[in-house]
């Protein structure tokens, strides 16, 4: 724990102008971001006497180990770059609203020759109309198949949609009338995409056009006595009020607006937002956030905000957003909602009528989920507490450990031997924290050897990121900040380095590098006994590193094992600490079994063309496609093989020289009759990869 006067910044340091401030901890690692209209004043209110600061504030300032800064010209510029920061950094003690679910969409794929109405979860892509978002993925499905009587919009997938336009027969929504089949061209590319939009302009609420069209449509059909048509037109109609009444008018029908209602106490809030779209509820979603300051309702509402709007650009943001209380000030964040509109947003509290009585509903919502949470969170939060207590009893430990790594060894039958590493972060998974290894010093199988090899790799990272971050020197840069601090991006896409390397989360230092093992547990779970837990103790030991515990859970008798004992602590069958181990010690089989698998897989369909230089996937698939085999291949001559688009003389002899020095595959097997048979067992994948198809995919052995 840290005293904030070691690194309160000096009188006269901190400038009197707009900006965004960092917390880091010992580590380096961001634990809180903030803007401030002036970075002078906001920060002084973090250095007062810790008794009369929150709770949680008292924490984060007590946590952290430094602080930063970056001036920006305008208030706007500091939203921007909030933003930015609370997504590059997610620092744990930043106000994020959790959402509890993925919330489906009804999108409609504009980008694509011929739209496709679907279900869509997660980010939005580009060129999609999106409607939404839904409580139900089956509530999308019941309204598009009523929209699809009067909008037959093609809603089957690419690989339907190809086979189909091949046979020259649609599938069964063709035949019912579901679908204008544009697959076998009964309608063109363009009518179809007229279809499309006319869909979307129907739920985005413009739906009295349609209706009225319709019912001309159906009287012109009846007076003209065709029955039938008149018929089909007025179940078209009566399909559509249906689908019109699944959504509750609630204000005029020219009205596009977003309701935000807050409920909250002194440590968490809960928000519950609806959208409305032509008058009508088109859809509702709500998250939870602790509450790390003591913060206003205004500032909850702008980070709600926030993470609505942060993505979004044109008509995903609506001309009205309604709020219980508003940002304090509010000019930056209306300026930045309209910004990211394109066209003038409305952001005000409703004080009569319609929408105040819609307000009121949507508070109560807000209020019902935060009971919810409460009750849910009460019973979560007390096992997880109760767990690591007991393992901290268990294991004889100073504190509960808030951060457990998990380590497993895979393998098959010695082949491909890789090792996992998962990360619990207050007794819940840390996903974005794990990492794995290829095991590289030695061949064949041992457990042990392959054990002390990770742990040595992962800690050495870790003394070299302590060395490197500065956390042995005495902190003169801590209050450093640069020209570069205003241009972070939020690029944390993980990412694989060179073989042997463990995965990166993608976020990056001050020196632009990735993060990688910055930061320690409190202790090292080994998935093995004895051998396993000595071997890691060994590793640790070795580099000098004395404060991670370690313990190995067996798989046989569920014992705890502890390095330099020669009995195993036991832990009751019903307790909650030896429950939260074997989720650890699974999350870390299952995380090395699949990336085993990953490469085992990898391995069977490697080829000779993969050791030749400048050789991509498009032209191996040319080669293979051209000789159907690469037994075909090899016996082609320099000519035969300069025939394929693509592939010129000096290419040709380096496959030719590779697939002479390459020994022939096993003949293939034809696992039903015994039957070998003549072609060699390599042929096209999928994705243009030579697939083995024979016996060592039959091999059998135990994945560890």
Same mark, same amino acid.
């Given at each position: 724990?840290?005293?904030?006067?070691?690194?309160?910044?000096?009188?006269?340091?901190?400038?009197?102008?707009?900006?965004?401030?960092?917390?880091?901890?010992?580590?380096?690692?961001?634990?809180?971001?903030?803007?401030?209209?002036?970075?002078?004043?906001?920060?002084?209110?973090?250095?007062?006497?810790?008794?009369?600061?929150?709770?949680?504030?008292?924490?984060?300032?007590?946590? *952290?180990?430094?602080?930063?800064?970056?001036?920006?010209?305008?208030?706007?510029?500091?939203?921007?770059?909030?933003?930015?920061?609370?997504?590059? $950094?997610?620092?744990? $003690? &930043?106000?994020?609203?959790?959402?509890?679910?993925?919330?489906?969409?009804?999108?409609?794929?504009?980008?694509?020759?011929?739209?496709?109405?679907?279900?869509? !979860?997660?980010?939005?892509?580009?060129?999609?109309?999106?409607?939404?978002?839904?409580?139900?993925?089956?509530?999308?499905?019941?309204?598009?198949?009523?929209?699809?009587?009067?909008?037959?919009?093609?809603?089957?997938?690419?690989?339907?949609?190809?086979?189909?336009?091949?046979?020259?027969?649609?599938?069964?929504?063709?035949?019912?009338?579901?679908?204008?089949?544009?697959?076998?061209?009964?309608?063109?590319?363009?009518?179809?995409?007229?279809?499309?939009?006319?869909?979307?302009?129907?739920?985005?609420?413009?739906?009295?056009?349609?209706?009225?069209?319709?019912?001309?449509?159906?009287?012109?059909?009846?007076?003209?006595?065709?029955?039938?048509?008149?018929?089909?037109?007025?179940?078209?109609?009566?399909?559509?009020?249906?689908?019109?009444?699944?959504?509750?008018?609630?204000?005029?029908?020219?009205?596009?607006?977003?309701?935000?209602?807050?409920?909250?106490?002194?440590?968490?809030?809960?928000?519950?937002? $609806?959208?409305?779209?032509?008058?009508?509820?088109?859809?509702?979603?709500?998250?939870?956030?602790?509450?790390?300051?003591?913060?206003?309702?205004?500032?909850?509402?702008?980070? *709600?905000?926030?993470?609505?709007?942060?993505?979004?650009?044109?008509?995903?943001?609506?001309?009205?957003?309604?709020?219980?209380?508003?940002?304090?000030?509010?000019?930056?964040?209306?300026?930045?909602?309209?910004?990211?509109?394109?066209?003038? @947003?409305?952001?005000?509290?409703?004080?009569?009528?319609?929408?105040?009585?819609?307000?009121?509903?949507?508070?109560? &919502?807000?209020?019902?989920?935060?009971?919810?949470?409460?009750?849910?969170?009460?019973?979560?939060?007390?096992?997880?507490?109760?767990?690591?207590?007991?393992?901290?009893? *268990?294991?004889?430990?100073?504190?509960?450990?808030?951060?457990?790594?998990?380590?497993?060894?895979?393998?098959?039958?010695?082949?491909?031997?890789?090792?996992?590493?998962?990360?619990?972060?207050?007794?819940?998974?840390?996903?974005?924290?794990?990492?794995?290894?290829?095991?590289?010093?030695?061949?064949?199988?041992?457990?042990?050897?392959?054990?002390?090899?990770?742990?040595?790799? !992962?800690?050495?990272?870790?003394?070299?990121?302590?060395?490197?971050?500065?956390?042995?020197?005495?902190?003169? &840069?801590?209050?450093?900040?640069?020209? *570069?601090?205003?241009?972070?991006?939020?690029?944390?896409?993980?990412?694989?380095?060179?073989?042997?390397?463990?995965?990166?989360?993608?976020?990056?230092?001050?020196?632009? !590098?990735?993060?990688?093992?910055?930061?320690?547990?409190?202790?090292?779970?080994?998935?093995?006994?004895?051998?396993?837990?000595?071997?890691?103790?060994?590793?640790?030991?070795?580099?000098?590193?004395?404060?991670?515990?370690?313990?190995?859970?067996?798989?046989?008798?569920?014992?705890?094992?502890?390095?330099?004992?020669?009995?195993?602590?036991?832990?009751?069958?019903?307790?909650?600490?030896?429950?939260?181990?074997?989720? @650890?010690?699974?999350?870390?089989?299952?995380?090395?079994?699949?990336?085993?698998?990953?490469?085992?897989?990898?391995?069977?369909?490697?080829?000779?063309?993969?050791?030749?230089?400048?050789?991509?996937?498009?032209?191996?698939?040319?080669?293979?496609?051209?000789?159907?085999?690469?037994?075909?291949?090899?016996?082609?001559?320099?000519?035969?093989?300069?025939?394929?688009?693509?592939?010129?003389?000096?290419?040709?002899?380096?496959?030719?020289?590779?697939?002479?020095?390459?020994?022939?595959?096993?003949?293939?097997?034809?696992?039903?009759?015994?039957?070998?048979?003549?072609?060699?067992?390599?042929?096209?994948?999928?994705?243009?990869?030579?697939?083995?198809?024979?016996?060592?995919?039959?091999?059998?052995?135990?994945?560890?």
């Amino acid at each position: 724990m840290a005293d904030p006067s070691s690194y309160r910044p000096k009188p006269g340091q901190i400038p009197d102008s707009p900006g965004v401030y960092r917390f880091r901890d010992e580590h380096r690692r961001v634990i809180y971001v903030g803007k401030a209209k002036s970075l002078r004043q906001r920060l002084a209110n973090y250095f007062q006497d810790l008794a009369g600061l929150h709770p949680r504030t008292r924490t984060m300032v007590t946590t *952290a180990a430094s602080v930063e800064w970056t001036v920006v010209s305008t208030e706007v510029e500091a939203l921007q770059l909030e933003y930015s920061w609370i997504k590059e $950094f997610d620092p744990r $003690f &930043n106000v994020k609203y959790r959402d509890d679910k993925s919330y489906p969409y009804l999108a409609v794929t504009m980008n694509e020759e011929y739209p496709r109405v679907q279900v869509m !979860r997660g980010h939005k892509k580009k060129g999609v109309r999106y409607f939404g978002p839904y409580a139900h993925a089956w509530a999308i499905r019941d309204t598009v198949d009523l929209l699809l009587r009067v909008f037959p919009v093609r809603t089957c997938s690419a690989g339907v949609f190809k086979n189909a336009r091949r046979t020259g027969r649609p599938c069964l929504l063709g035949y019912i009338g579901k679908c204008s089949a544009p697959c076998v061209d009964r309608v063109s590319a363009e009518e179809h995409r007229e279809l499309a939009e006319e869909f979307c302009d129907f739920m985005t609420g413009r739906t009295s056009t349609y209706l009225r069209r319709l019912e001309k449509q159906m009287m012109e059909a009846a007076e003209e006595m065709e029955y039938e048509r008149a018929a089909r037109l007025r179940d078209d109609i009566e399909a559509l009020k249906k689908a019109m009444e699944k959504n509750a008018v609630v204000l005029a029908d020219a009205t596009d607006a977003d309701l935000i209602a807050v409920a909250e106490d002194e440590l968490e809030a809960a928000v519950q937002i $609806f959208h409305v779209r032509g008058g009508r509820v088109r859809g509702q979603r709500g998250w939870v956030t602790d509450k790390v300051e003591e913060i206003t309702t205004g500032a909850l509402v702008e980070h *709600a905000l926030q993470q609505l709007y942060g993505e979004e650009t044109g008509d995903a943001v609506p001309k009205e957003v309604l709020v219980p209380a508003l940002p304090e000030p509010v000019e930056p964040v209306q300026e930045w909602l309209t910004g990211r509109r394109g066209s003038n @947003v409305s952001l005000r509290i409703p004080q009569r009528g319609d929408k105040r009585a819609l307000m009121e509903t949507v508070e109560r &919502n807000a209020k019902q989920a935060l009971v919810l949470h409460k009750t849910k969170r009460a019973s979560d939060l007390t096992t997880r507490s109760r767990a690591l207590e007991e393992i901290a009893d *268990a294991l004889d430990l100073d504190s509960a450990p808030l951060r457990i790594e998990c380590y497993d060894i895979s393998h098959l039958q010695g082949d491909d031997v890789v090792a996992s590493m998962v990360v619990f972060e207050d007794g819940l998974q840390r996903k974005s924290e794990y990492r794995r290894f290829q095991i590289k010093g030695f061949e064949g199988q041992d457990d042990v050897r392959s054990m002390h090899e990770v742990i040595t790799r !992962r800690f050495k990272r870790y003394l070299a990121e302590k060395e490197k971050t500065g956390e042995w020197a005495d902190g003169e &840069n801590a209050l450093a900040t640069s020209d *570069a601090d205003s241009t972070l991006t939020s690029d944390a896409q993980s990412t694989l380095t060179s073989p042997g390397e463990p995965l990166t989360n993608g976020l990056k230092d001050d020196d632009g !590098r990735p993060k990688r093992f910055a930061y320690p547990p409190q202790l090292v779970v080994v998935d093995g006994g004895q051998p396993q837990v000595a071997a890691a103790k060994k590793a640790l030991d070795e580099l000098g590193i004395d404060d991670v515990a370690v313990c190995g859970l067996a798989k046989r008798l569920e014992e705890v094992w502890l390095p330099d004992d020669d009995d195993p602590v036991v832990l009751p069958r019903t307790s909650e600490g030896l429950y939260l181990l074997q989720r @650890v010690r699974d999350e870390a089989h299952r995380f090395a079994i699949t990336y085993q698998r990953t490469k085992r897989a990898k391995r069977f369909r490697a080829s000779p063309l993969d050791d030749v230089p400048g050789l991509g996937d498009a032209r191996k698939q040319a080669l293979l496609k051209h000789f159907g085999s690469l037994k075909k291949l090899r016996s082609a001559t320099i000519d035969q093989i300069c025939e394929v688009p693509g592939i010129g003389r000096k290419t040709a002899e380096t496959i030719a020289v590779a697939l002479a020095q390459a020994a022939p595959a096993a003949p293939a097997v034809n696992t039903a009759t015994g039957e070998i048979m003549e072609e060699e067992p390599s042929t096209m994948g999928s994705s243009g990869e030579p697939v083995r198809t024979g016996a060592p995919d039959e091999r059998r052995g135990q994945e560890t």
